[in-house]
């Protein structure tokens, strides 16, 4: 099976620190029939927290947010990776993009019961394009719909947006 390799939108809600707070933005996409790739969230200090959503339609995502009133705080990309779980995965993922001098910011990967994985990596915006050659990169899809031919790997890549989430801004410590 290959891996999958996508560009996915990011969008970040602010959010008062205090209990609840998640459960209520959650529910508000959920009643909205918003699914998600992916969601983080942190404890920023002084009463701040941030929710990190990763939605599968960022437009039903924008007008769901919209419609309930959450303001968004920003949108950046990320790459979000898939396929069947297997040693040695994200070491291979992440040593393609040392080799191509990229630096990761962040990065989060879980695996279920199915023998799947999926995770999200967080890259500076100026080495998105880098990210793109570096990890696969055979009839590499778009955001114009058009295709490109590159290294043949085991993974293919999709292009969804232009951006890169800066995630280096990672919350401080305090135990």
Sequence with gaps: ???EVKQVDCFRVMVVDRPGEGARVLTAFRHAGVRLFG???CS???HQARLIFVPQDPAAFV???KAAQIPLAGKETAFLIQGADRAGLLAKTV???ALSEINITSAQLSCGDDGR??????LKPADVQKAVRAL???NVATTNGATTNGATN?????LASDGSFPASDSPPWNP
């Design 1 to 3: 099976m290959r891996d």
């Design 39 to 41: 969601f983080s969230g």
């Design 44 to 46: 920023l200090g002084h």
């Design 63 to 65: 007008n769901a947010a």
């Design 95 to 97: 040593t393609k993009l």
């Design 117 to 122: 994985y999926g995770g999200i990596i967080w």
């Design 136 to 138: 696969a990169v055979r």
């Design 154 to 158: 085991d993974a293919t890549v999709d």
